[in-house]
């Protein structure tokens, strides 16, 4: 029976990439480099912000490059008491807490960062489970974090079903053994059909999350999952 969801936070509970971008675009415009949304998904989406310097600007003084990595970082944490959560996102949790769902949060973000957005989005206390990037060794498309979410659960994967954003998250799900939603927020829809999940909305309003909500065990005889 299915009655866990696992959430990824960036991209999935909130568009915390578009204030990436943003943040990077403004920290970049002195250099000359204009960061639309492909150049911050070839160039910086994903990657550690140390090597994006390296990679983009890789004659940058040590010093200069210091200052541009914690300047990126303090316009960042500015930026995150402005985000919102997806549309549908507050009822659909709501929702699913009514109905008994157990909710986890699992990302690859780092824990300090999460509980800030978490914070921002009005959703302290709203994970009873929580997996960060830096309480296991590998990130995803790992599993790592998943089973670590999975082993707090104490849960199996058949009962579990995923909200991912991106084919790396996807991935890690996927490999964890559990069943996979993705929100297309960050990637395009067959990007993350490719990468496993078997159904793509654009928001938690999606009326098949509906379905999925009232019925998790028909929802293979939907064609969703």
């Known amino acids: 029976m299915t009655d ?21 675009l403004e920290v970049l415009r ?4 204009d960061v639309d949304f ?19 600007l890789p004659d940058l003084e040590k010093q200069e490059r210091q200052y541009l990595l914690d300047t990126q970082d303090s316009y960042y944490r500015n930026r995150l008491s402005a985000t919102g959560p997806l549309p549908g996102l507050i009822p659909f949790l709501d929702r699913a807490s009514e109905k008994g769902y157990r909710l986890a949060l699992v990302t690859n973000a780092p824990q300090e960062i999460a509980e800030k957005i978490l914070h921002s989005l009005g959703l302290e206390g709203k994970f009873a ?8 060794k590998d990130k995803k498309p790992d599993p790592a974090v998943y089973h670590l979410a999975l082993e707090r659960l ?6 579990c079903l995923a909200f991912e ?13 559990l069943g996979v939603i993705a929100t297309a927020t960050t990637h395009h829809p067959a990007e993350l059909r490719d990468a496993g999940a078997s159904l793509v909305v654009g928001d938690f309003v999606d009326v098949a999350l509906d379905n999925i909500l009232e019925n ?6 939907y064609g969703y999952l």
Do not use: C
């Open 165 to 177: 954003d991106s084919p790396n998250g996807v991935t890690a799900a996927i490999k964890a053994g």
């Open 38 to 56: 492909k150049f911050y998904q070839e160039k910086i989406r994903g990657q550690p912000h140390e090597a994006v310097i390296d990679d983009i």
């Open 30 to 33: 002195p250099h000359g480099i």
């Open 4 to 24: 866990v969801m696992l959430f990824d936070l960036d991209g999935t509970l909130s568009d915390t990439h578009g204030l990436a971008r943003a943040t990077w």
């Open 216 to 221: 998790p065990e028909n929802s293979k005889e």
């Open 129 to 136: 489970v929580q997996a960060f990037a830096e309480e296991v």
């Open 154 to 159: 104490h849960a199996e994967p058949d009962q």
